[in-house]
């Protein structure tokens, strides 16, 4: 039998209702690897106390339900460390918010807790969740565990170093352009960043609010599917949930039509990326399915506009850490209530997240807004545009998650490097599109074997489409 | 390109403040990040690109309030100074 922290949800639940295995022995076993490898992976922050009273009910409504019960019922997770769990700290990687306890639940957390799931602990990721790498967390980066020498990617590294490493069944993280997915590609775990407002954002600590959307990362599409609609819906504390058939209802044939956008693919990627990706295109072209032609002519400057607005979003909303309620608070004697506002804000954040302060006040100033944040905000429209165009002739439009595997510690030093790693996932972000990333395959740097994703868009709420191609690219391997 | 004294200001809006030691390095990565946004300068958008927004506000019924007090504790001491259950902070408003 597999190691019990080895499996997926599915096969999880599958043993803890065949009675071959209890919960509290799943729990034990996640908790095990995970006290062992954390000092090595840091993909925690934090593993969490055995909740003996949460273990006692998921087993004893396993017994009671049997295959009625929620699948999630008695499944260790690990959640992002900008996700509030009450009584928790919620610091998201941020020394702003290192003692700050969580005092109600986000609305996926109240839902996983409906489900009986369990919280295994809060996951490392970068400051804020701005970043691709986890370099920028407060407390350390986490390690990739197919190299510990390279990234996991980010923000939501930890959770995806925790699910590749088999410290936890499954994850949640939090996609602002690109945090989910990009991090699951480098790990070789499937990422999902569901379509805008079908998960509430209620209790998420929020970086760009018109972009970030939880997702969870997970061992295979299946479990991916199965975190995903556990935790999404409307909810009347974000009034940007969308119900069911907002849009269009589109079918998901058989033979799927699989846009590419040649023209975005011909320089920048790593040549066995490229080629890894080319592979797995063609074995779905074998497998019946068609290659079409796509043009997304303004995606060539979405990274741009994805720069300008969200550093626009992230400044506002972290203009309410101000040292006065809640998370760090400096108090020089010396100074008045705005000295106090400045050091407990110069102190509190990280250096990119400093940096995205300021370049959001400078593309939101007076003089400058409308050659920046108009124009991306602008551009994001016609972003959009070109894709619904794109899909009157395509089912899912795919292309590699990121153009090279996981990188080595410190080799992204410059900012805009950093940036550059987000250049095919932010289009979902700035469209509202659901997006998945699927391993595609390995390719090896320096003797060390790493995995890379296949990446795939769907129109709004067509999320069973990218379950779909999903399943078949894990088939195809 | 940005200047050290833009920077600072920049800073002082968003209530903020970068060291002297780093002024010049975050102005100069300010200014390759601006470098590359500002590639959108060049960007052509079609005509009808400034159609009207989409968006509309979603209301609720101001109803179900939660019990009084339900939170208070858990909020208090997130406090990072008090005085029983009322948050304290430097003077802010003076008469002289």
Not at chain 1, 248 to 260: D, F, K, N, S, Y
Request: aromatic share 6%; charged share 25%.
């Amino acid at each position: 039998m597999t190691k019990s922290n080895e499996m997926t949800i599915v096969e999880a639940a599958r043993v803890l209702r065949a009675k071959e295995l209890t919960v509290r022995e799943l729990w034990d076993a996640c908790a095990i690897a995970a006290y062992a490898r954390n000092p090595e992976l840091h993909a925690f922050l934090e593993i969490f106390e055995a909740d003996d009273a949460a273990i006692t009910a998921a087993q004893e409504r396993i017994k009671r339900e049997g295959e009625a019960a929620p699948i999630l019922c008695g499944i260790p997770l690990a959640i992002k460390d900008n996700i509030l769990i009450e009584g928790k700290i919620a610091s998201a990687a941020s020394k702003m918010l290192e003692q700050y306890r969580a005092a109600y639940d986000a609305t996926v957390i109240k839902k996983l807790k409906e489900a009986g799931a369990l919280f295994l602990g809060r996951t490392n990721m970068d400051e804020f969740a701005m970043g691709s790498s986890t370099e920028h967390s407060a407390f350390g980066p986490t390690k990739n565990p197919h190299d510990t020498a390279r990234v996991p990617g980010g923000s939501s590294g930890g959770s995806a170093a925790a699910v590749a490493a088999h410290l936890c069944i499954a994850a949640l993280g939090s996609d602002t352009g690109g945090s989910v997915r990009q991090p699951a590609a480098l790990t070789g775990i499937v990422g999902l960043k569901p379509t805008y407002g079908d998960i509430s954002r209620c209790g998420l600590i929020a970086l760009g609010s018109s972009l970030d959307q939880i997702g969870p990362l997970a061992k295979t599409t299946v479990d991916a599917r199965i975190l995903y609609e556990a935790i999404r819906g409307t909810d009347a504390l974000d009034a940007t949930t969308i119900p069911d058939g907002l849009y269009e209802a589109r079918e998901v044939p058989e033979h799927l039509r699989i846009g590419v956008p040649r023209h975005l693919l011909e320089e920048g990627i790593d040549a066995d990326v490229r080629a890894a990706f080319d592979t797995t295109l063609e074995k779905l072209t074998r497998a019946g399915h068609e290659i079409v032609k796509v043009k997304l002519p303004t995606s060539s400057h979405a990274l741009a506009a994805y720069y300008i607005i969200m550093p626009a979003e992230a400044s506002t909303n972290l203009a309410r850490f101000d040292g006065m309620r809640y998370g760090h608070a400096a108090h020089p004697p010396a100074g008045g209530l705005l000295d106090d506002y400045i050091e407990s804000r110069t102190e509190g954040f990280g250096k990119e997240t400093l940096r995205r302060i300021l370049l959001g006040t400078f593309v939101l100033s007076a003089g400058y807004i409308d050659a920046y944040y108009r124009k991306a905000d602008a551009a994001r429209a016609v972003l959009r545009r070109e894709y619904e165009n794109a899909f009157k002739s395509c089912d899912v439009i795919a292309f590699p998650t990121t153009p090279s595997p996981a990188f080595a510690f410190g080799e992204k030093s410059d900012p805009v490097a950093m940036y550059l790693e987000d250049i095919f996932t932010v289009s979902a972000n700035l469209t509202g599109m659901p997006a998945i990333s699927v391993p595609m395959g390995m390719v090896e740097r320096e003797g060390k074997r790493l995995p890379v994703g296949i990446h795939f868009t769907a129109p709004h709420q067509t999320e069973d489409a990218l379950f779909t191609i999903g399943r078949i690219v894990e088939d195809s391997r | 390109m940005a200047t050290i004294e833009e920077v600072k200001k920049l800073a002082a809006l968003a209530r903020i403040k970068i060291g002297e030691a780093e002024l010049e390095k975050f102005t100069s990565e300010f200014d390759t990040i601006l470098a590359y946004v500002g590639q959108l300068e060049f960007l052509q958008l079609p005509a009808s690109s400034s159609q009207p927004s989409t968006l509309r506000n979603v209301m609720r019924k101001d109803e179900e309030p939660h019990a009084g007090g339900e939170y208070t504790q858990k909020l208090v001491e997130q406090f990072p100074q008090r005085e029983g259950d009322a948050l304290s902070v430097k003077q802010i408003i003076f008469h002289d």
